[in-house]
């Protein structure tokens, strides 16, 4: 079965402070993801990426960064945390099917990021 | 962008019954998929079902599919209360960003013991 874990399942941080949060998966699955959830706004992608040092930006990249030095490691990171970045971050990862279709993804339990 | 919209947004059932849900997306799809997530708790796939298919089963679930609506319904037979949680629809585009799923805003799903 494929294992996505990630690093925190609850965090609570300040307004300012830089902020990692780590996804791991053992599945060797080239494509990983970034999503926050936000009720009444569904899941939203922050970033995608499809090979080690390669990103892509989602739907709502504004105040992220990634980072993918290692195939089974995508960590997000928020510069300077700002209090509308507190939500529930989600982590995932599917197989690379040659960039025709998109296949099943795999998620992680989740962070639940507040930004005090 | 395209999205899938779940619908109802939430449904209340007693242990036993059935419960659908429905999905109704905008442009061309490869695939749709839908997944469950319990409170708190990260997404768990359920099933894809590819634009060429029209219905597929897996234990008490079946979905269908009408490409010519846009819309795809999920159906979970026998209902229990572990049943309980949100599902999402996610359509993966024909053409254009092929890596992605969209996701829609999920149904709530009650099963009442």
């Known amino acids: 079965d494929v294992k996505v874990t990630q690093s925190s399942r609850y965090l609570v941080k300040r307004t300012g402070e830089k902020v990692f949060l780590e996804c791991v998966q053992d599945?060797?699955?080239?494509?990983m993801f970034w999503y926050r959830q936000d009720p009444g706004l569904g899941l939203r992608l922050i970033y995608f990426s499809y090979d080690v040092k390669m990103k892509e930006k989602g739907d709502i990249p504004e105040g992220y960064s990634v980072s993918r030095e290692k195939k089974e490691r995508f960590s997000l990171i928020l510069e300077s945390a700002s209090t509308n970045q507190t939500s529930m971050y989600l982590c995932?990862?599917?197989?690379?099917?040659?960039?025709?279709?998109?296949?099943?993804?795999?998620f992680g339990p989740g962070t639940r990021l507040t930004v005090l | 962008s395209q999205q899938g919209e779940e619908d109802p947004q939430a449904l209340s059932i007693q242990e036993g019954e059935n419960a659908t849900m429905n999905c109704s997306y905008k442009t061309s799809i490869n695939n749709l998929q839908w997944y469950r997530q319990n409170s708190g708790r990260g997404l768990v796939h359920l099933i894809l079902?590819?634009?060429?298919?029209r219905e597929k089963h897996s234990g008490r679930l079946r979905v269908t599919l009408d490409t010519s609506k846009k819309s795809s319904s999920l159906l979970i037979t026998a209902s229990r209360a572990a049943d309980t949680a949100s599902y999402f629809c996610?359509?993966?585009?024909?053409?254009?960003?092929?890596?992605?799923?969209?996701f829609g805003k999920g149904t709530l799903l009650t099963v009442n013991p």
């Open positions: 599945m060797d699955h080239e494509n």
């Open positions: 996610a359509t993966a585009n024909s053409g254009g960003s092929n890596y992605k799923l969209t």
């Open positions: 995932a990862s599917s197989l690379w099917t040659g960039g025709t279709v998109a296949d099943t993804q795999y």
């Open positions: 079902i590819r634009s060429n298919e």
